[in-house]
């Protein structure tokens, strides 16, 4: 029913940028608010950026300030991530996150990897 579906993820070299997608299917995607979420290697999950359900909030990661940017497409049901300025401490899982908080809903994705690396 259900599905998150992350791409884009992929090889960079330190200084480059990627642009993350998630594809919704299977809820009115209109209704949650998205986030995305990493995990390094040994590390704690940690919030990236979010996005109300109208795109007209968002909120970052101290880490990634002024080199993300996240943004939503209702009419597409995609929420994407242009990230810049890539650095290796930027090496993650990132994880595309579904979240309706009134109901306790809360749908993920199976996770895009991104390797930053010379």
């Known amino acids: 029913q259900v599905q998150l579906v992350e791409s884009g993820g992929g090889l960079v070299q330190p200084g480059g940028s990627l642009r993350l997608s998630c594809a919704a299917s299977g809820f009115t995607f209109s209704l949650y608010r998205m986030n995305w979420y990493r995990q390094a290697p040994g590390k704690e999950r940690e919030l990236v950026a979010a996005?109300?359900?109208?795109?007209?909030?968002?909120n970052y990661a101290d880490s990634v300030k002024g080199r993300f940017t996240i943004s939503r497409d209702n009419a597409k049901n995609t929420v994407y991530l242009q990230m810049n300025s890539l650095k290796s401490e930027d090496t993650a899982v990132y994880y595309c996150?579904?979240?309706?908080?009134?109901?306790?809903?809360?749908?993920w994705g199976k996770g895009t990897l991104v390797t930053v690396s010379s």
């Open positions: 996005i109300a359900r109208g795109g007209g909030s968002t």
């Open positions: 996150n579904a979240d309706w908080t009134d109901w306790g809903l809360s749908y």
